[in-house]
C-alpha cells in the first residue's frame, strides 16, 4: 500500500495531504521487532499491510490540519486560554482551529464555512462542534446563524404524509381477483374516474415538491441535542478565510462576540492586497506590504469598536509559503450594532442605465478602411484584384 495511503488508512493521519506532511517530517517502519526500521523515501513508497509504523515528527499530526498548529502558536503568543469557552470558528473547513481549540478545553465551538462537507468525520460527530455549512461569513447575522444552527440539530417531517389508507377504491376493484358482479354487488363506494386521477395528480404534485424541497414540513431538536446552546453571542471568535479580505468578513463576525470577548484572526496578506501587489504564484514578497495590511486591519477593526491588542506572524508559513499573520483583539463593553443596507423601494424610480455602444467587429472595420481601394470593376466576368491573375494566366 502507498505509503501516505497507508498513514490514513491507520488512523496516523486525517487526510493524504496530512501524511504527505508526516513523510516529509520523517517515517519509518519494520514488520517485527527484530528487523531494521526502513525510512519512508517518498509518498509513493510502498508499506506492507501489518507494518509498524514510527513518526520521526509528530507535530504534523497533533491535530486534523495544520491549521491548528497555527492557532495554538497564537494562543501560546498571546497567553489566551479558552478553556470552557464558547467559541466561533468562521471558515470552519476540515477543522483545524476546531480541533485545536477543543484540545485546549473549549466548550463549545460552533462553526461557519461557505462549502460543504469539508469539516472532519471525528469532529462532526463530537457533541461540542455544531457545524453550520453553506453560511457565507460575510453577511451572517446573530438571526441567520441561531436559524442555521437550529436546522443542524433538528429534525424535519411532512406536515401531511402520504397515507395510502386514503386512497380512493377504484372503480371496479371487484374485477381484480375475478370477482363476480351479481344482484347484492354494490358500488356506491367506488370511487370515480375523476377521483383516482385527482389523486394520482395530487401525488405527483407532492413528489415533485421533494425533489424541489418546497414541501411542506415540521421541525423537532433531535433528543442528543436538546441541551445544546446555539445563542450567537460568543466568548472568542476566531477564524482562516481565503479568497477574501477580512475587513469585508469582520463587521459581521465582530457582532457576535460578547462586550469584552476576545477575538483571534488568522491574516493572508495576499487576500489583503490588489492583483498588482501579489507577485508571481500569489506570494506577497514585499515586506513594506505586511506593514500595509497591518494598518488597514488595525483601522477596521478600531471603526467597529474593537481594541487592538496584537499583531504576530504566525508560527508556521502558509502551505503556499505566504508569510502569515495572526490579529488579536478585544471587544469594547458594549457591542457597535452596523446599520443595514437599505432597500431600495418599488416605487422609487431606478437609475437609467446608459445602454453600452455597440462593438464593431475588426472585420467591418477593415472593410470600411478598404472601401476606398476596392476595385470593383470587372473583366472577363472576375472582379477585382483577381482581374490581374486571370489576364496573365490567358496571355
Given at each position: 500500500?502507498?505509503?501516505?495511503?497507508?498513514?490514513?488508512?491507520?488512523?496516523?493521519?486525517?487526510?493524504?495531504?496530512?501524511?504527505?506532511?508526516?513523510?516529509?517530517?520523517?517515517?519509518?517502519?519494520?514488520?517485527?521487532?527484530?528487523?531494521?526500521?526502513?525510512?519512508?523515501?517518498?509518498?509513493g513508497?510502498?508499506?506492507?499491510?501489518?507494518?509498524?509504523?514510527?513518526?520521526?515528527?509528530?507535530?504534523?499530526a497533533?491535530?486534523?490540519?495544520?491549521?491548528?498548529?497555527k492557532?495554538?502558536?497564537?494562543?501560546?503568543?498571546?497567553?489566551?486560554?479558552?478553556?470552557?469557552?464558547?467559541?466561533?470558528?468562521?471558515g470552519?473547513?476540515?477543522?483545524?482551529?476546531?480541533?485545536?481549540?477543543?484540545?485546549?478545553?473549549?466548550?463549545?465551538?460552533?462553526?461557519?464555512?461557505?462549502?460543504?462537507?469539508?469539516?472532519?468525520?471525528?469532529?462532526?460527530?463530537?457533541?461540542?462542534?455544531?457545524?453550520?455549512?453553506g453560511?457565507?461569513?460575510r453577511?451572517?447575522?446573530?438571526?441567520?446563524?441561531?436559524?442555521?444552527c437550529?436546522?443542524?440539530?433538528?429534525?424535519?417531517?411532512?406536515?401531511?404524509p402520504?397515507?395510502?389508507?386514503?386512497?380512493?377504491?377504484?372503480?371496479y376493484?371487484w374485477?381484480?381477483?375475478?370477482?363476480?358482479?351479481?344482484?347484492?354487488?354494490?358500488?356506491?363506494e367506488?370511487?370515480?374516474?375523476?377521483?383516482?386521477?385527482?389523486?394520482?395528480?395530487?401525488?405527483?404534485?407532492?413528489?415533485?415538491?421533494?425533489?424541489?424541497?418546497?414541501?411542506?414540513?415540521?421541525?423537532?431538536?433531535?433528543?442528543?441535542?436538546?441541551?445544546?446552546?446555539?445563542?450567537?453571542?460568543?466568548?472568542?471568535?476566531?477564524?482562516?478565510?481565503?479568497?477574501?479580505?477580512?475587513?469585508?468578513?469582520?463587521?459581521?463576525?465582530?457582532?457576535?462576540?460578547?462586550?469584552?470577548?476576545?477575538?483571534?484572526?488568522?491574516?493572508?496578506?495576499?487576500?489583503?492586497?490588489?492583483?498588482?501587489?501579489?507577485?508571481?504564484g500569489?506570494?506577497?514578497?514585499?515586506?513594506?506590504?505586511?506593514?500595509?495590511?497591518?494598518?488597514?486591519?488595525?483601522?477596521?477593526?478600531?471603526?467597529?469598536?474593537?481594541?487592538?491588542?496584537?499583531?504576530?506572524?504566525?508560527?508556521?508559513?502558509?502551505?503556499?509559503?505566504?508569510?502569515?499573520?495572526?490579529v488579536?483583539?478585544?471587544?469594547?463593553?458594549?457591542?457597535?450594532?452596523l446599520?443595514?443596507?437599505?432597500?431600495?423601494?418599488?416605487?422609487?424610480?431606478?437609475?437609467a442605465?446608459?445602454?453600452?455602444?455597440?462593438r464593431?467587429?475588426?472585420?467591418?472595420?477593415?472593410?470600411?478602411?478598404?472601401?476606398?481601394?476596392?476595385?470593383?470593376?470587372?473583366?472577363?466576368?472576375?472582379?477585382?484584384?483577381g482581374?490581374?491573375?486571370?489576364?496573365?494566366?490567358?496571355?
Open positions: 500500500m502507498r505509503a501516505d495511503v497507508f498513514l490514513v488508512e491507520t488512523g496516523h493521519a486525517a487526510t493524504r495531504s496530512q501524511a504527505q506532511r508526516l513523510i516529509a517530517g520523517g517515517v519509518q517502519w519494520r514488520m517485527t521487532p527484530l528487523t531494521p526500521w526502513k525510512k519512508v523515501a517518498k509518498n513508497d510502498e508499506i506492507p499491510a501489518g507494518a509498524e509504523l514510527q513518526l520521526l515528527d509528530g507535530a504534523e497533533k491535530y486534523i490540519s495544520r491549521g491548528g498548529l492557532l495554538e502558536g497564537a494562543l501560546a503568543a498571546t497567553g489566551l486560554s479558552v478553556a470552557g469557552l464558547r467559541c466561533l470558528d468562521v470552519q473547513s476540515t477543522g483545524g482551529f476546531t480541533d485545536c481549540l477543543l484540545q485546549a478545553g473549549a466548550a463549545q465551538v460552533i462553526g461557519v464555512d461557505v462549502g460543504h462537507g469539508q469539516l472532519h468525520e471525528r469532529l462532526r460527530a463530537d457533541v461540542r462542534v455544531v457545524c453550520v455549512e453560511l457565507n461569513a453577511s451572517v447575522t446573530a438571526e441567520s446563524l441561531q436559524e442555521a437550529e436546522e443542524v440539530l433538528s429534525e424535519r417531517w411532512e406536515e401531511d402520504d397515507d395510502n389508507d386514503t386512497q380512493p377504491v377504484a372503480p376493484a374485477m381484480r381477483n375475478g370477482g363476480v358482479v351479481d344482484d347484492d354487488y354494490d358500488d356506491s367506488d370511487a370515480r374516474e375523476s377521483d383516482i386521477e385527482a389523486f394520482k395528480a395530487e401525488r405527483a404534485a407532492k413528489g415533485r415538491a421533494r425533489e424541489e424541497g418546497t414541501v411542506a414540513t415540521q421541525r423537532r431538536r433531535r433528543a442528543e441535542f436538546a441541551d445544546v446552546d446555539i445563542t450567537p453571542r460568543f466568548d472568542f471568535v476566531t477564524g482562516d478565510v481565503s479568497f477574501i479580505s477580512l475587513t469585508l468578513v469582520l463587521p459581521a463576525v465582530t457582532r457576535l462576540l460578547k462586550p469584552q470577548g476576545q477575538l483571534l484572526m488568522l491574516v493572508k496578506p495576499q487576500f489583503e492586497l490588489q492583483p498588482g501587489q501579489v507577485g508571481k500569489g506570494i506577497v514578497r514585499d515586506a513594506a506590504l505586511f506593514a500595509e495590511v497591518e494598518q488597514r486591519l488595525r483601522a477596521c477593526l478600531s471603526e467597529l469598536g474593537l481594541k487592538v491588542l496584537g499583531w504576530m506572524d504566525s508560527a508556521i508559513e502558509g502551505g503556499d509559503g505566504n508569510r502569515e499573520f495572526f488579536h483583539a478585544r471587544q469594547g463593553d458594549v457591542v457597535q450594532e446599520p443595514q443596507p437599505e432597500a431600495q423601494g418599488e416605487d422609487e424610480p431606478r437609475p442605465v446608459k445602454a453600452a455602444a455597440k464593431v467587429s475588426r472585420t467591418v472595420l477593415r472593410e470600411q478602411r478598404n472601401e476606398r481601394v476596392i476595385d470593383t470593376s470587372t473583366e472577363f466576368g472576375v472582379p477585382g484584384p482581374r490581374a491573375k486571370l489576364r496573365k494566366r490567358n496571355e
